[in-house]
């Protein structure tokens, strides 16, 4: 009886303990989440063009990807930061490279702050006052931004503090209560494969480097296990920049491998001669606290890599430049297989095209509303809308639109060439009148995405009201488009636009005088009126400027006889 009571004693002593260390673990990850949200708000024009500045030589790309990250005390939030600056051309793939190398030493300042105030510091008599004064100071000034984000930080790095104390305790708890000494046997390697485990699954090597100083702070492990999984650590930190290029341009690519090499060549070195190192940071640095030992042997292999990478920084971008050197994606569909200067077979080509834009546009709107319009779409077209994986729904709406917009000048860049050649004037007036569509299809877009928050809104409102409107809105759209998409097959368009015309002014005006009435018997709130207004507004120019598409797409110049009156919205 007493030995089954020890037991239960025993399994809720050590069940606490690891129940504690979780927690540490997750207020130390919501802390580095809440520094790294309000840091990286700082992503303005006035970052950019440091950035772009202050990395026109490797030496200084380095120097300010060390700093950078030191600052934001996360190397993967710099190196995706990069990544998304290489995408947008503002930063060329070499300088980026040297940037996120900088950054892998920049990251071990955080394993340092960790080490000399999370370890050798007693901080609960100021880790209390900073959450208690940062979290009421996040309530009270959230209509103050300066003052939010900066108190938002603190919050951060105080529950950091408190997460780290947590982790500290726990294991204290938990050595008196287990023996890892069996566990300790297995060969290294197994322990850097732990360290990139741990660090692929909660994206942090900072985490993962202060559970294993917290397991040396209680001797639970030796330095040499401590170093293995680091090692393992740095390697598994590469995963989120990875995944950040998957889908990228060339150079997003180009620079994520280069980081990945470069911190598998440091886990590399950094094992192979481990007792060796170990030894030197011993002897001739003078470090002997495990704790010290450890975030010192961090800080070295990235030094050594870097200082050996820099001299062959030039070769190493030259290598990556041969690797990913896929053509560039088109978003246009028939256009990247014609030559603008044969004439008919351009023009056979710009039509196919419109038409394709259209359809995708169309597509594109429906599913702002949630409605599928894959099988109603026109069937020449059906299977190239299929084939383009962007336009499905796993992808945001404002995604969505920028393939649109790209689109659209890919069509207007093509139809500028074509008009240079000689034989331009026999087609010259079709070919801007698909020009028209382009732009009356492309302001539809617009009008759609400028409303798309208010939809979904509306779409997820709990007011029966508000939703009721949202039902009825769908259905009608539903009815709109089916029509519309019925009109590519229509040979006589024109009174078949015309009569949907005819109905969608019908549809504006009278919600206009339902809208009203919700107003004047104060059903939904004043914003909400204003809100169901501008849907309203946009929904008929939308509707409006898709229908002067089609008209311009299937009414040939010598028939244009349709009075739809003019788009004064697109300018």
């Known amino acids: 009886m007493f030995f089954c009571i020890n037991q239960l004693y025993l399994y809720y002593m050590i069940s606490a303990d690891i129940w504690m ?11 580095m989440f809440l520094i790294e949200n309000f840091l990286k708000q700082l992503e303005g024009r006035s970052f950019k063009l440091f950035l772009q500045k202050s990395t026109k030589h490797k030496f200084i790309a380095i120097l300010s990807g060390t700093i950078l990250t030191a600052i934001f ?3 993967s939030i710099v190196n995706l930061l990069v990544l998304s600056f290489v995408g947008a051309g503002i930063l060329t793939m070499q300088n980026a490279l040297a940037v996120v190398l900088g950054a892998n030493i920049g990251g071990t300042f955080n394993s340092w702050l960790v080490a000399l105030l999370g370890f050798k510091m007693e901080l609960n008599s100021i880790t209390f006052p900073i959450i208690a004064i940062a979290g009421i100071s996040v309530t009270l000034f959230k209509n103050n931004r300066k003052l939010y984000k900066i108190a938002g930080t603190f919050l951060g790095f105080g529950l950091l503090l408190l997460g780290l104390q947590f982790m500290k305790e726990s294991m204290d708890g938990i050595i008196k209560y287990i023996d890892l000494s069996a566990f300790l046997q297995y060969n290294r390697i197994v322990f850097v494969l732990m360290g990139f485990a741990i660090t692929a699954i909660i994206q942090t090597s900072s985490a993962t480097v202060v559970l294993v100083l917290s397991a ?31 889908g990228g341009s060339p150079a997003k690519k180009r620079v994520a491998l280069g980081n ?12 192979l001669f481990l007792t060796s190192i170990t030894q030197f940071i011993h002897s001739y640095i003078g470090i002997h606290d495990p704790i010290f030992v450890l975030v010192a042997f961090q800080t070295f292999i990235n030094i050594v890599g870097v200082f050996i990478f820099y001299f062959f920084l030039g070769n190493f971008g030259s290598f990556l430049e041969k690797g990913f050197n896929e053509p560039p994606k088109s978003a246009t569909i028939f256009l990247p297989h014609a030559n603008y200067d044969m004439g008919n077979t351009a023009m056979e080509m710009l039509e196919k095209e419109v038409g394709l834009f259209i359809n995708r546009v169309l ?69 801007n009148q698909l020009m028209e569509a382009i732009r009356n299809a492309m302001y539809a877009a617009k009008s759609m995405k400028d409303i798309y928050t208010d939809i979904k809104e509306l779409g997820n409102s709990i007011n029966e009201t508000k939703y009721k409107l949202y039902q009825q809105l769908v259905i009608e759209l539903n009815q709109f488009h089916e029509d519309i998409f019925h009109s590519f097959s229509e040979k006589e368009a024109t009174s078949y636009l015309e009569n949907i015309l005819k109905f969608s002014e019908k549809a504006f005006e009278n919600k206009l005088i339902e809208f009203y009435n ?48 003019a788009n004064n919205n697109n300018g």
């Not at 170093?227 to 990875?242: H, Q, R, Y």
């Not at 990945?260 to 094992?271: A, D, P, V």
């Not at 909400?528 to 501008?534: E, K």
């Open 260 to 271: 990945n090499l470069f911190n598998l060549f440091t886990s590399i070195f950094g094992y």
């Open 363 to 431: 597509l594109v709107n429906m599913n702002a509303f949630k409605i599928a319009g894959t099988k109603t779409i026109d069937k020449e077209y059906h299977n190239s809308i299929e084939s383009e994986q962007l336009l499905i729904n796993p992808f945001s709406h404002e995604e969505k639109y920028n393939r649109l917009k790209k689109a659209a000048g890919e069509i207007h860049t093509f139809y500028a060439k074509m008009i240079m050649q000689e034989n331009a004037s026999t087609y010259l007036i079709r070919a």
């Open 216 to 246: 040396l702070y209680a001797q639970m492990i030796p330095i040499e296990t401590a170093i293995a999984i680091v090692l393992g650590a740095e390697l598994g930190t590469t995963v989120k920049l990875f995944l950040g290029s998957i």
């Open 73 to 75: 005390q996360s190397s």
């Open 518 to 565: 919700h107003a004047g018997l104060q059903k939904l709130d004043v914003k909400d009126i204003a809100t169901l207004f501008n849907i309203n507004r946009e929904l008929f120019s939308s509707s409006k400027a898709i229908i002067l598409a089609i008209k311009d797409f299937k009414i040939s110049a010598s028939n244009n006889g349709l009075d739809l009156g």
């Open 21 to 31: 260390l979780l927690a540490g673990l997750g207020l130390f990850l919501y802390g």
